[in-house]
């Protein structure tokens, strides 16, 4: 038998994989040209400087709300609330950015900051009633994801705004655009936040695996019993993970609003950016540096599929149904391990 | 304007709003009565309503005013398909139903919009010209005071609704199909031993749910948005999914919440036109239903308590 370190890749591999087939199935039945579409989907994520500049910037928040969610994911916990944790941080990190006057090396990491601390509190919540009144977690940040929507755009018209549907843009000292890495990509709206989401994961694999915390959060999410046995504070250990991952988010929203966007504005629907986040964290196998991996998978669909409908003709929507397919796979990978299986069992 | 203006500008219109809702969240009882947790309501609506509004635009000519009911037929029975993605998922496959809730909301958009684009060469369809007509129910609506109220001026949906309602808990808690759907979702091995088939029930609940679903947002469409594009459902399955938990996983409970949320839905449209409402601003209403929710599960509005099993893949002769 193969270990299952083995099949830990294999799986998502194996689900991208089939997703991909799905994908060149569902336009074949509709009358594309598979091969167009994949083509120009691969040229319009990394075709030149300027796609590549977007495809990294895609994948800027990517990384951390998959990130947010796999922290969750390792302390036994299911954040389906970083989507709107990702919304209020990006209101805190604009509201600090429109509304202070300060050097650039206090502005940006304060409103930064704010925004961690915003997604923090927006998962603050969930923790709590999980941890005192066992509450599943999943239907509360649901319901905190509208939450947060409404506010959002009631305090963007009423505080951040007279009545508009935008905010203000953010004072330079709190931006991070960077003329330099535009200038490298033919003025993409690539920006200086890659390098925050690469040190957040970092930051993850460390607290994870090499701090004592860390030891207990995870173990708090394997088993509570034995956890409490063992005398670790399983209600604080609980609190504190759907904390950490709530700031993952906030901190992906600071993303948004001081680098790609520069301010924000009310918004229809989600943003879509927290829930693709469980895709990237699933395809990551929940593990740091495979987040970096499947985001800039994801990150390059998304700017890719932009490219499909000039470049093949295809509805750039098709990524869309590529990405929940993926999904699919990977939640079956029961039936996964099981076509492994007969395949092994066939070759011996 | 005196209360009895008031109330007759609100409470048709609660109505109006809360019959996708009651449908839908009727749905999820189904599917998580029987131990399946049902994210994949809002996608399912979302399949819904996209098949009655490409069957209404495009047999409207052939079947005229029968259209919109068989564009609802066929949104049921589309809908009951697609939950089938869910039900092998999450029932055969024993995925986790969150994710693969998940992923039926992605792919539903998705893909209904894909083909969207595909047959209209655009984002968006064209208005559906056959609706459905309001009605005065007759002899109720003659009533004095509630006559105006609750029966004139309605579509006949929205009293569908609430009839399934009282015939869904018929079902569960008065047949012996409502006795084993609640089995196996509150202790699958019990119901097991006693020779009920889990998958097999968990199959067509989850069915029962993805044709409610879809009924649900084909009302939605037919009714309220009239066509279709990404936003015609734009967190209905969620807020369905909220009534359910407010309603304590019981579908007359679901109704009221349904209908209490239909309520909030309408104060926050017309209530700018009622004087002692203006000053409330909007936002109080739109999250009024998540508020309540949390309120409700935290048990400060009475304990709602999920079946026993939901959530969990049954697996044979596993402790």
């Known amino acids: ?348 | 304007m005196n209360v009895y203006d008031v109330l007759q500008t609100i409470i048709p219109t609660a109505i109006f709003f809360a019959a996708p809702l009651i449908f839908t969240a009727l749905g999820g009882v189904f599917s998580e009565r029987s131990g399946v947790v049902n994210i994949g309501l809002e996608g399912l609506m979302v399949i819904g309503a996209f098949t009655g509004i490409v069957f209404n635009l495009t047999f409207a000519d052939q079947f005229g005013s029968l259209t919109p009911w068989l564009a609802l037929v066929a949104a049921i029975v589309v809908g009951a398909l697609f939950s089938l993605l869910h039900a092998v998922a999450s029932v055969t496959f024993r995925a986790d139903q969150v994710v693969s809730g998940v992923a039926i909301n992605f792919l539903a958009l998705g893909l209904s919009l894909f083909l969207v684009k595909k047959m209209y060469g655009k984002g968006q369809t064209d208005q559906i010209q056959v609706g459905f007509d309001k009605i005065d129910v007759p002899v109720l609506s003659d009533i004095p005071v509630i006559g105006p109220l609750l029966f004139s001026n309605a579509y006949v949906t929205s009293y569908i609704a609430i009839i399934l309602a009282f015939v869904s808990w018929y079902i569960i808690y008065k047949t012996p199909f409502g006795l084993r759907l609640r089995a196996v979702g509150e202790h699958p091995m019990a119901a097991d031993t006693m020779g009920i088939h889990v998958a097999q029930m968990r199959y067509i609940a989850v069915m029962i749910s993805g044709a409610l679903g879809g009924l649900g947002g084909a009302v939605y469409a037919t009714i309220i948005s009239r066509d279709f594009s990404h936003a015609t459902i734009s967190g209905h399955g969620f807020m369905a999914l909220a009534a359910m938990i407010f309603g304590k996983w019981h579908p007359i409970g679901a109704m009221g919440a349904a209908l209490f949320f239909g309520l909030a839905q309408s104060l926050s449209i017309v209530g700018q036109t009622i004087p002692f409402l203006k000053n409330v601003p909007t936002v109080y209403l739109l999250i009024a239903p998540y508020v309540l929710t949390i309120l409700a599960l935290a048990g400060f509005i009475g304990r709602a308590e999920a079946p026993k099993a939901a959530g969990t893949p049954y697996v044979k002769g596993k402790r």
């Open chain 1, 1 to 348: 038998m193969r270990s299952n370190r083995h099949q830990q890749f294999l799986i998502p591999l194996l689900a991208v994989l089939l997703g991909m087939i799905a994908g060149s199935i569902v336009m074949l039945v509709s009358g594309y040209n598979p091969v167009a579409g994949f083509s120009s989907l691969i040229y319009g994520a990394f075709g030149d400087a300027y796609y590549i500049g977007e495809t990294i910037r895609q994948t800027t928040p990517y990384i951390l709300t998959g990130l947010a969610v796999a922290f969750a994911f390792r302390t036994g916990l299911f954040n389906i609330g970083v989507e709107g944790q990702l919304i209020v941080g990006w209101l805190a990190a604009v509201w600090v950015g429109v509304s202070f006057d300060l050097p650039k090396i206090i502005h940006l990491p304060l409103a930064i900051l704010a925004a961690a601390a915003a997604g923090a509190l927006w998962g603050l919540i969930p923790g709590v009633l999980k941890a005192y009144v066992k509450v599943h977690e999943v239907i509360i940040t649901i319901m905190m994801n509208y939450i947060a929507l409404h506010v959002t755009n009631a305090i963007i018209r009423s505080v951040l705004s007279d009545e508009g549907f935008k905010s203000e843009p953010i004072k330079q000292s709190a931006s991070l655009q960077s003329e330099f890495l535009e200038a490298m990509t033919y003025h993409s709206t690539m920006h200086y936040g890659i390098l925050i989401a690469i040190a957040a994961a970092f930051v993850m694999w460390f607290l994870l695996e090499r701090t004592t915390k860390g030891f207990e959060l995870r173990a708090v999410g394997f088993n509570q019993h034995a956890s409490q046995y063992a005398g670790m504070n399983v209600r604080a250990n609980i609190i504190l993970a759907m904390v950490i991952s709530g700031a993952f988010a906030g901190v992906a929203g600071a993303m948004e609003g001081l680098g790609t966007f520069g301010n924000i504005s009310t918004k229809a629907g989600f943003t879509g950016l927290g829930f693709d986040g469980i895709a990237v964290a699933l395809i990551g196998g929940n593990n740091a540096f495979g987040i970096l991996l499947s985001a800039l998978l994801f990150g390059a669909l998304k700017v890719g599929a932009l490219e499909m409908p000039s470049g093949a003709g295809v509805p750039t929507e098709l990524v869309d149904i590529i990405i929940a397919l993926i999904i699919f796979f990977v939640a079956s990978s029961y039936m996964i391990r099981w076509l492994l299986s007969r395949g092994q069992k066939g070759a011996e």
